[in-house]
């Protein structure tokens, strides 16, 4: 019995190699649009694609930005200023993006932008804390696909989600768990509901990578604002020591995050180019061994796993 499992879990695992090696044709014609692309990963995919040929245009925040892209790109990359938080500059994109596409559509759309802080104990934030999160992470994302879906389905495209392994385990307070979660559910409904006219929807799911998202240079200061915004209560309550072992774990987890950005570009291109792309692509191994699993244990067992890893504050039972 066990022999004619094996068997079966091998041929599965080569239809599976078999299908995810083929190729989408004319990739040379193919449009596709990156938002976020001033740096980390938008950055690295759109040089990625450009040297595949393919036809890509960058959304960038700032414009020196862009200009550092085109300077190591080929001319077929074009970019264009994108502020996803403001509703003209999206349908300025779009109209930008239509006028380069025209009645081939749009092949790719890569929702890539997204912060990270304000990042700390939930108590510690305010509405806006949580807001400037959501309305880049998650709100941003649902308005740049609403607009540029019309372009995507008349190609038959394909649209690419960048959550995280933190859209499946919520592992700190602050809006960026809960983009991500958002990112997750809303990519779920549209995969669903575009599989009717040919367009498919992807969500990657990086685990832990040095970007900007997780970079010292914007955490640790972060935190300490948030800290002294603080009020005494809160202070009392969680502690210095709390602050100063906060920051330890923080700058622990800038020490182990991968540099090799490509694990995860790899999982994008993936997603635009084969014939037969996955759903979900879980890119490092933290996000494989650890966060996945970790997703569909119960949460009797999860709970204990972040209290051993987490600080506790000063005042806890």
């Known amino acids: 019995m066990w022999l004619y499992l094996v068997a079966l879990v091998g041929m599965w695992t080569l239809l599976r190699w078999y299908r995810e090696r083929q190729v989408v044709s004319h990739l040379q014609d193919k449009y596709v649009f990156i938002t976020g692309c001033d740096s980390g990963f938008g950055n690295l995919l759109a040089r990625q694609l450009d040297r595949r040929g393919m036809r890509v245009l960058a959304a960038c925040l700032t ?41 081939r559509g749009l092949w790719g759309l890569v929702n890539n932008a997204g912060i990270s802080i304000p990042l700390g104990p939930n108590e510690w934030l305010n509405k806006k804390d949580f807001a400037k999160v959501l309305d880049v992470n998650l709100l941003g994302l649902i308005e740049v696909t609403l607009n540029m879906l019309p372009s995507v389905r008349k190609a038959r495209g394909r649209v690419v989600n960048v959550s995280s392994v933190l859209g499946r385990v919520s592992l700190s307070g602050g809006g960026y768990c809960i983009s991500k979660y958002g990112v997750e559910a809303f990519s779920d409904s549209l995969r669903r509901e575009l599989s009717y006219f040919g367009v498919k929807v992807a969500i990657i799911e990086p685990g832990g990578f040095k970007t900007g998202v997780t970079s010292n240079d914007t955490l640790l200061p972060s935190v300490k604002m948030l800290w002294d915004q603080a009020s005494s209560e809160v202070k009392e309550i969680y502690g210095e020591k709390f602050l100063l072992s906060y920051l330890t774990n923080l700058n622990l987890l800038d020490q182990i995050c991968s540099e090799d950005l490509s694990l995860v570009t790899d999982c994008m291109e993936h997603a635009l180019t084969s014939c037969h792309p996955r759903t979900r692509y879980s890119a490092g191994w933290d996000a494989k061994l650890f966060y996945l699993p970790l997703s569909y244990l119960p949460n009797f067992l999860t709970d204990p796993i972040f209290y051993w890893m987490s600080v506790k504050p000063a005042k806890a039972l």
Do not use: C, F, P, Y
């Not at 020196?64 to 080929?74: D, F, Q, V």
């Open 63 to 103: 414009e020196k930005g862009a200009e550092e892209l085109r300077s190591k790109t080929s001319d077929r990359l074009e970019s264009v200023i994108l502020d996803v938080t403001k509703t003209e500059s999206i349908v300025a994109a779009t109209q930008w993006m239509k006028e380069r596409v025209g009645n």
